[in-house]
């Protein structure tokens, strides 16, 4: 499993920022490997809603290699996953 998420960015959908499963994922990766100094490591995104994204949230998933993608409602994660698949279609 490591070595898929240090190969391969990932997107988190339908997690909460604060589920605990993925935060003990996170900080696993974050103890074994230094993402701070790692430009060429790869990346995870979380999708959040705008309610939920707070600053220090923000601070603490930048440490561990994770950027938020903040949407206003459930409804934009179809748009979102349109969005994504025009700009990185599957091979």
């Known amino acids: 499993m490591q070595s898929l998420f240090l190969r391969y ?10 589920d605990p499963h993925l935060e003990d994922l996170l900080e696993e990766f974050a103890y074994f490997f ?5 430009k060429n490591m790869s990346k995870n995104y979380l ?5 939920k994204n ?11 290699r994770t950027e938020l993608v903040v949407i ?20």
């Open 47 to 51: 999708v959040v809603l705008r309610d």
């Open 72 to 91: 206003d409602k459930f409804d934009d994660y179809e748009k979102l996953l349109k969005d994504i698949n025009i700009a990185a279609p599957r091979v």
């Open 9 to 18: 960015s990932t997107l988190f959908v339908g997690y909460g920022a604060s």
């Open 34 to 38: 230094d993402f701070s100094e790692s």
């Open 54 to 64: 707070q600053a220090v949230l923000e601070a603490y998933k930048k440490k561990m």
